[in-house]
């Protein structure tokens, strides 16, 4: 009996350090040190939230540019890759599929780059690489009337380095690259 109750004190200790007090603590700290991400890093227009740095958006508009495809719909409750094993007829019917809509969408594309036609593993990735972003350009130049050079020069100021120089790629996030995009069309 001595032993039960000694398994349900320390029980009760536990819940209370790793269920309570952790957990406040460390909500605590990342709200003073790290506010915007501690928010889920949002992104407001006229006080208005239109989105998230960390989860990608569809784009639909021709003017745009297009983010990596979602296997979840770009819906955020409902994250999820597509488990389509790459060897699978579904998943290369997927990718011809992708690279169809892409080459009707972007008539001039010659080379295109692997995260254009694949999802990313969570259905959310917000970011493509400098490439996507740069094969999109022809249709975008298209679309806004702005000159190809200036919507390569606009990928490359919001293109973002590798961290601490060594982790990741380069990367552009779609929604960072179309409001400033929308800054300079006045869409």
Partial sequence: MKMILTAIRVSVVLMLICGLIYPLVTTGFAQVMFPNQANGSLIEKNGTVIGSELLAQNFESPKLFHP??????????????????????????????????????????????????????????????????????????????????????LIDSVTKNRQLGVFGEPRVNVMQLNLELLKQIKL
């Fill in 68 to 153: 990596r495809a979602s296997a979840a719909k770009y819906d955020p409750t409902a994250s999820a890759g597509s488990n389509t094993a790459v060897a699978s007829d579904d998943y290369v019917k997927s990718v011809a599929d992708q690279i169809d809509a892409l080459k009707k969408e972007n008539p001039n594309l010659k080379d295109i780059p692997a995260d254009l036609v694949t999802g990313s593993g969570s259905g959310f990735d917000p970011d493509l690489s400098p490439e996507a972003a740069k094969a999109q350009v022809p249709r975008v130049s298209g679309e806004t009337g702005m000159s190809e050079k200036a919507l390569n020069q």
